[in-house]
């Protein structure tokens, strides 16, 4: 294996890929039996060569063919490979990440309440960090808590779900630059209106209109968000009157 400086990451890369065919082709256990080849051989290789890229692309492969719990078999191992090794900030912004894929498994499940144990992780996760530890602490912490509201909305635990996009929402604004505000709003609005809480997403989309009004000029681009708040105002108001009509 050492006929040449990169033999190793070639062959690693080369089983990736042919696990992603393999699984295309219906062969998923041959896919993933190819894939663990990868993994192992980039561990036994200085710096890991194409180890991200190996879960990465057998995760996608399962997941896109719908072998959702062979996708998170090979997530949860990805985990621990995260968990059993040595910290440091990049391992946990992975580690993070790793908690994002499975959770984004379980939501296309529409399994919430398990999507919920994996964005908690990786609200967790981001929490041990520090805004000074790296520059997108505080935005990789506000969508961890906005995308874990959405989860809750949708497991009906919605007081949990709102109270976590005002978390998101208050990290936000202590950022120069209201890292992800209009999105988190948003996020939370569309969750509520989608389940039917018609009250609590105008509650939530008041308190952004009383944001913006508040705001010194120039400091949220209140033109554009002015305008985004009034279509969601009539798309809210439309969604309110069909259900009532409905009812």
């Given amino acids: 294996l050492d006929a040449y400086a990169d033999q190793r990451s070639d062959l690693v890369y080369a089983y990736s890929l042919l696990s992603w065919a393999e699984i295309f082709a219906g062969n998923v256990d ?41 996708a998170q078999t090979m997530i949860q191992q990805h985990v621990q490979w995260f ?29 919430w309440a398990q999507g919920i144990v994996y964005r908690k992780e990786a609200v967790q996760v981001f929490s041990a960090l520090k805004p000074e ?20 909305i949708f497991a009906g635990q919605v007081d949990a779900g709102i109270a976590d996009t005002q978390k998101a929402i208050q990290l936000s604004t202590a950022t120069e630059a209201h890292t992800g505000l209009y999105t988190v709003y948003e996020n939370g609005i569309n969750a509520l209106t ?24 120039g400091t949220l681009r209140e033109r554009e968000f002015a305008t985004v708040v009034d279509a969601d105002r009539a798309s809210l108001a439309e969604a309110t009157k069909h259900y009532a009509h409905s009812a």
Avoid: C, M
């Fill in 30 to 70: 041959k896919g993933v039996d190819d894939a663990q080849k990868a993994i192992s051989l980039s561990n036994q290789t200085d710096g890991n060569p194409g180890l991200a890229d190996s879960y990465d692309n057998v995760v996608k492969a399962l997941s896109l063919n719908k072998h959702y719990d062979e």
């Fill in 83 to 111: 968990l059993s090794g040595p910290k440091s900030i990049q391992r946990a912004r992975e580690l993070a990440g790793a908690f994002r894929d499975a959770a984004v498994i379980e939501e296309t499940r529409k399994q």
């Fill in 133 to 152: 530890d790296y520059d997108d602490q505080r935005s990789d912490l506000l969508f961890a808590y906005s995308l874990l509201s959405w989860d809750e």
């Fill in 194 to 217: 989608q389940n039917q809480r018609y009250d609590q997403a105008e509650s939530l989309l008041d308190a952004f209109t009383q944001l913006l009004s508040a705001a010194p000029a």
